[in-house]
Structures are given as C-alpha cells and as structure tokens.
C-alpha cells in the first residue's frame, strides 16, 4: 500500500483531498443531476466511504457499504440517525438480503476492481434493484483526446483499473441495461474525466 493510499484511507485526509480538487460541485452535479432521488426512495450506496452523498439527498431510506471500518464509522458518527451502514465488501453476496432498491449508485467504485470482482458485484446489485430501478456509476476515465493531466490522474489514481466509459459500459452490460453514457470533462477544479452511466434491469 503506498504512501497516498495509506493517508486517504484516514476519513478526515480524505475529504480535504476531496474537497481541495472539487469542491461542493461534483456532488451536488450526481444529486441533482444524475441521482434524482425521490423523497421515500430506497438508495443503497455500495462503496460508499464516508457517504458524504447523503446530505445530497432528499428524505430516502439509504443504506450506505464499505470495507474500510474508518469510513463506516464516520458515515455512522454523521448519519446514523437516517442511515444503515455496513462494513462489508462491495463484493458480498449479502447485498442481496437488503431488500430491494429504487437507486443503486456505484460512485468511484469501478475503477478500483479488476473485472472479476465487477462481474461478482453487479451480479449481486442487478438482483437488488427493483424492476424500475437504476443503477449509477461514476468514475474517472482514459478516454482520447482528454487533457494530458486527465489522463494522468486517471493513470495514477490508488485504483489502478481505470477504463474508458465504454470499457465500464460492456462491464455493466453484463447484467444490466446502459441506458445513458456520459464523459464529462469539466466537474473537478483540476483536468479531469468522469464516465456517468445509468443502467436498468432488461
């Protein structure tokens, strides 16, 4: 685990990081823009570190999963009252006992997970959505043409499977419908790539 990784998995270093490239606009362009949650919406959010995105979202029943006990904790210090929290892998099957969901979000998951354990998770998110429900992913991409530092970044992130949104978008395919594909290159303070895809069950 090199140096980088070992500080972002401190709950605190992570969101000043997070903060100092970004700001408040990618989160509130995924809430408003892409999530569209619902008040009464059943959101479960897989991978979901800190689970800043809650304080996005309207009056929705979340239910928030991580494997770093850091992250899990801090969700519960701030969201406990509102929030389920589970300290589990993305990849475990018990997803599947949660019940059912209206919004499945996978935000910078992708890029962490070789194909393999993509093809076990999405198994397990596809059967926890609901017949009309919506999975979302966001991550960041190599795409042609991005700026040179983009493509850095993305080369150099602590998840070492970053793809193009059409190498997420086969991935998912898999198991679910890719409805919409988005590359948006604008949202951070930095050059940056995002692949946006929202998928529904066949």
């Not at 519960?76 to 099957?93: I, K, L, N």
């Not at 059912?100 to 996978?106: A, P, Q, S």
């Not at 979302?136 to 070492?160: K, M, N, Y």
Request: charged share 25%.
């Amino acid at each position: 685990m090199g140096l980088r990784t070992r500080l972002l998995e401190s709950t605190k270093l992570y969101g000043l990081f997070q903060h100092g490239i970004s700001g408040q606009g990618p989160q509130d362009f995924i809430s408003r823009e892409v999530v569209r949650a619902k008040t009464g919406d059943r959101v479960l959010d897989i991978g979901c570190g800190p689970a800043d995105i809650v304080s996005q979202l309207p009056d929705v029943s979340y239910v928030g999963l991580d494997h770093n006990p850091n992250y899990i904790a801090a969700a519960r210090d701030r969201y406990e009252s509102r929030a389920e929290f589970y300290c589990w892998d993305v990849t475990d099957e018990r997803v599947t006992g949660l019940g059912k969901f209206d919004i499945v979000l996978l935000l910078g998951v992708l890029h962490h997970l070789a194909d393999d354990q993509i093809e076990l998770m999405l198994r397990h998110a596809s059967q926890a959505l609901k017949p009309n429900g919506r999975l979302i992913s966001f991550d960041c991409a190599i795409e042609v043409g991005q700026h040179p530092i983009a493509r850095l970044l993305a080369r150099t992130d602590r998840g070492r499977h970053a793809r193009s949104a059409n190498g997420y978008r086969d991935l998912i395919a898999r198991h679910l419908n890719p409805r919409e594909v988005l590359v948006r290159h604008d949202l951070l303070r930095v050059p940056y790539t995002h692949a946006i895809i929202s998928a529904a069950p066949y």
